[in-house]
């Protein structure tokens, strides 16, 4: 058996087994093993996810080395890719297609044509390269779904984060897609700067062989608005790149004239061959296979029923156990061949009818909020979840690692109990008190309550998720505060709140519960609920809403509040800040007067403690003053460098500032 290439699949514990077997091949990082640079044809130091080939002389040397690592990890996750002879052969063998320059329309004619574009779409490297630049994750985001929907059009996609990226072996691809947001005043995001450098350098590679596009995400009430896509698309032309398809530029709104951009770049792109050669003869056959070739509606009813059964695919489901008897928990793993349109529901219901009747889980409804599971991180209702839907697009079977919901007590293996969700909002009184309004006659003469569109729409959007226990689920604080209320009945809480026709005193009163310890203010982090989804941007953005509100009523009292409250005014009116700052001005007025007398402020300049706290509670510098000198924060303002940046983090708490 000869080698061809070798990479690392997710899931490595980073054991140095690997590393240990052939150190002259891996490495182990922090988070995972990487494939090092000097035995690979590409230059390239990650885990080798694009399966570049390594060099001739490693696989002489190294063979049994690799085939040994592989064998010793704990976890089969380092893979290695044998050189097939047949199929080299084969490739060599495969007829040239030629394309005539006139040919006569007819129906014998046909299966040429599809012939040669299967032949096509079938030869050589068809590997399309999506890089992303990415501070807010909107780029990355729309970047995965361009590398997923590319198998569509005969290619497979490869994502790339820039962070990191050798751009060697960026000049060595010949497909790339560059999916780029711009920061700020027309600068980079901060994991594409590295890769900017290298690329705008003087000592950059040539890039003659590759053909590309550029989509640009930016922000039109920036004056350089989307820079950084445009700088992407003058320098890799500049190189020497084909530009397949023109730059497009987004606003805010981008999801319509980027998903314009991606079909037609997707379509140009495959249209391309390994030279860089476009074959415009293709263009419209590919767009005729991916849209499946429907040139009419079918069907007596004038509409295109399409065909939702796909082959059979094979699947790992490792399956969190939990006996409470025993008092035990662990995984077992079932490997399994089903049909890419089986529900992971269903899945499981085949598991426990013909494998193991002990299995337990919730079952019901497609759409029922109590059957969700976590699976591979996501909160996912399987009774409407497809089993190639959870695919990653990677060759091997799909890999599941099915979980119970957390935040709550787990019964058995899946099963959770939600009863403290439900005495949460039994104590939380959600209910709605409507005040008296005038009411409008419908044309059947039926007095109703009138309500702006917008509004009645603003608290569809919020009400339109898949249901409490789900919403419940996304927060990283529920597993870790047993008081808190949970961001479900915050939410409905403020839908009441927010709705025109809850009475003053109800008003009132849902302030009064929103401003408790218990509730929003005691949430962590909202951004889970965005990366969600089941949840979303939109009930992000509710949650977002209600705790600025909460700070507002209270006055911003308590951490939260004196926090925003002092050190977003001290940076509004002076421009500069720091450390020394934020410690005084969170005290408020009465407290920075009386910080003068305390001898704080001299114990922390002359270094005998970091904290202006009492020195005994630091004993390092009670034994040997002056311990802390070096390691207090800066006595004087200084101007921030980048403003900006501290002013969008209050901005996303609360948009006075």
Known sequence: MTIFSVYIEEGCITCDACEEAAPEVFEVTDDTCFIKSDVRLDGGFDRNDSKSALKKEAIQTLSDDIFDAADGCPVDVIIVVEAQVDEEEKEAEAPVIEVEASVDVGVAEEPLAVEGLDAFLSTGDRTLNVFFGSQSGNSEEFAAKLAKNASQYGMEGVVHDMDGFDINSMASMKRVAIVCSTWGEGEMPDNAEALWQAASSDSA?????????????????????CQSGKDWDKRLEELGASRVVNRVDCDVDYEAPAALWAEEALTMLSATDDSGNLHEELIDAIRDLVSGGVSGAEGEDGFSIPDLLTGELEAQLSVFRYDPHE?????DTWICSLNGHTTLLDALRSIQRTHDGSLCFTDGSPHDPCTAILVNGRVTLPGSTRIDRLSNGRPGPVML??????????????????????????????????????????????????????KAAELHSMANHAGPQVIHSCSDAVAYADSYLGPSVCLDLWIRRCDPRTSDRRISAIDAILGGADTILAETDMAPFGRQPLAGRGIQAALSSARTRALEVNGFNGRHGKHVWWYAWTLKSSGKVNDTVLYRQVLGPLGLLSNLSSGVTARMVTGFTRTGGKMVNDILALVAPPAGLGKMPRQFNKRVDKHHEVVSIFNSLDRRF
């Open 205 to 225: 590679p040539k890039m003659d062989g590759m053909s590309f596009s550029v989509l640009a995400l930016g922000d039109t009430s920036y004056e350089l608005f």
């Open 327 to 331: 008092r035990t928990s662990g995984t």
């Open 401 to 454: 690692t099915i979980e119970p919901l957390p935040g709550y007590d787990v019964l058995r293996d899946l099963c959770v109990d939600f009863d403290g969700l439900l005495k949460k909002r039994e104590t939380a009184s959600i209910w709605h008190v409507s005040k008296t309004r005038a009411a409008v006659k419908s044309e059947q003469g039926i007095a109703i309550g009138p309500m702006e569109p917008s």
